[in-house]
């Protein structure tokens, strides 16, 4: 049995980024994001891109074996969570004001 899956996007397609690897017949990275906005788009690509990088170069060096590959897996969540986190703070301390 297969799933139906319908999407609709109502957003540029520059706000969106999809990445999609087979790392072994059974492991599968699936990632789809739709940036709301366009402000500091490209630096939140970059936080996911080398998010994903950083991944696939420590699933390179191992054995595909599941409980690892989970354990590298949470360990680069964590440390994306710390560069959105990192990102976030910084735009936090960023000045505003209004302009009449």
Known sequence: MQIKQDTH???????ILEISKKLSPHIHL??????CTQEFLTYQKEIIT??????????????YDN???KHVFEERLQ????????????MD?????AIK
Do not use: C, G, M, P
Request: charged share 30%; hydrophobic share 45%; aromatic share 12%.
């Open 79 to 90: 440390d994306l969570n710390a560069n959105l986190k990192s990102f976030a703070d910084k």
């Open 67 to 69: 409980d690892r590959i």
């Open 30 to 35: 699936k990632i789809s994001i739709d940036f």
């Open 50 to 63: 080398d998010f994903v990088a950083l991944f696939l170069d420590d699933v390179a060096t191992i054995e």
């Open 9 to 15: 996007h109502y957003t540029q397609a520059d706000n």
């Open 93 to 97: 301390s960023v000045e505003s004001f």
